[in-house]
């Protein structure tokens, strides 16, 4: 933990309305104020306890105080070195242990995590028994979509459509690639109509995102690198990702990497972009098709608060003719997916996916769009609980890939080949 970037912290308090946890319980200790407090005394000599450890496991890393704060108080990479120390000094109990170690063992690895989508889907039956067993278990079942597309096979390159304007890469994703592969479909579709040759590195593996933000540093390194190598081999101009956790992290790869020097450099000359900051920097070349629907966006933290990302993904939606966006309520507050939160931490997962449901439903749109899976599966799972029924979830990329080929908007949140276009291309 970094004295310097502790001592940045003026305790004003201007945190404390955007943090989803403090806005929950009232507890000064989980709120970021209160965290940099016990960050502080660590620092200083006190050594950590379990309440300690505690209060730093209810953090979400929603990074909405980084947002709010007027200091520049640099809480997101607090957050990282302490929970790197939590990792390192705190015994957890065999239960977290155990399933601590199934989640790390199973969610960065793409041919894993593809044999537990039938178990995952057929835990949704045994959801009450698994909570019963253990609540990150049920939690797991619980999160599981109902249906999961076929997966889609993508090529290591795609022309671009018409006369060339860049050369990408993109970022697959492990939960992206597995549970929405239509999303990396689209998105391809939707470079490659806006000129893009889109390089797609068939053994591109896992971003690290979430041993980064588990405090799993040697782990976050290796994958960090290993992303760094593929993609710096491709020769693009950009590597577009559209996942907004994936996103945050492989910006920050050069200080993820800093202790080596080398390969800090290797990270900074890498050109790290979310789709939709992507497009907005790009502008529009294709042809956008009238899509009548009614869209509610859903800012993800890692997008709105960690990369400032805001105002392109609505722009984005507001062009597409015919589309009506919806705000949700509450926006910037946490849906409580937060990576693997939602696994680790359920209760207070399910409180804020609850609340964040409630705000969805309260638009009365359509289509639900969100630029993060962890983010979707999780609103999701609370809209069911709230008897909502199976909501129509969509990313970014599939509204916009609709609207380019003139699709039928009840294609919209549901499997591919689940609808016809209205006119060829």
């Known amino acids: 933990m970094d004295p310097e970037l502790i001592r940045d912290c003026v305790h004003c308090g201007f945190c404390l309305p955007t943090c989803p946890t403090y806005v929950l319980w009232g507890e000064e200790m989980d709120s970021p104020r209160g965290r940099i407090h016990l960050m502080g005394q660590h620092a200083e000599g006190t050594p950590l306890t379990g309440a300690m ?198 910006k920050t790869y050069a200080e993820v990497l800093a202790d080596d020097p080398a390969w800090a450099a290797r990270a900074g000359a890498l050109r790290i972009r979310d789709l939709a900051e992507f497009l907005a920097e790009l502008g529009p070349a294709a042809e956008r098709r009238p899509l009548p629907v009614s869209v509610a966006y859903h800012d993800a933290c890692h997008l709105a608060h960690a990369q400032g990302v805001r105002a392109q993904p609505r722009d984005l939606l507001r062009a597409v003719p015919g589309l009506e966006l919806r705000e949700v309520a509450e926006a910037a507050i946490c849906c409580g997916s937060a990576g693997t939160y939602n696994l680790f931490q359920p209760r207070a997962a399910r409180e804020l996916g609850d609340r964040k449901a409630e705000r969805v439903l309260a638009t009365g749109a359509d289509v639900l769009v969100s630029a993060n899976p962890g983010c979707s599966m999780q609103i999701a799972a609370a809209v069911r609980r709230a008897g909502g029924g199976e909501i129509r979830v969509a990313h970014t990329a599939e509204v916009l890939d609709a609207s380019l080929r003139g699709l039928d908007p009840g294609v919209l949140g549901r499997s591919p080949g689940a609808g016809k276009a209205r006119t060829k291309r």
Request: proline letters at 8%; glycine letters at 8%.
């Open 53 to 250: 450890a505690g209060h730093f496991d209810a953090c979400l890393g929603c990074m909405a105080c980084v947002t709010a704060c007027p200091s520049g108080v640099r809480y997101d990479r607090l957050i990282e070195q302490t929970r790197a120390v939590v990792e390192r000094e705190h015994v957890r109990r065999p239960d977290e242990r155990a399933v601590r170690a199934l989640v790390f063992a199973l969610f960065p690895y793409r041919r894993r995590l593809r044999a537990m989508r039938l178990p995952m889907r057929l835990g949704r039956r045994l959801q009450p028994f698994l909570e019963r067993v253990n609540p990150s278990l049920g939690a797991m079942a619980e999160l599981a979509p109902a249906v999961v597309p076929r997966p889609v096979r993508l090529p290591p390159l795609v022309r671009a459509r018409g006369p060339r304007r860049a050369r990408v890469g993109l970022l697959t994703g492990c939960v992206q690639g597995e549970f929405f592969p239509q999303v990396n479909a689209a998105t391809t579709r939707v470079l490659a109509l806006e000129g893009c040759d889109v390089v797609i590195p068939p053994r591109q593996g896992c971003c690290g995102a979430l041993s980064l933000h588990s405090g799993r540093e040697a782990e976050a390194r290796r994958f960090a690198r290993r992303t760094v190598a593929v993609f710096g081999r491709a020769g693009v101009d950009a590597v577009v990702v559209n996942a907004a956790g994936c996103g945050s992290s492989m």
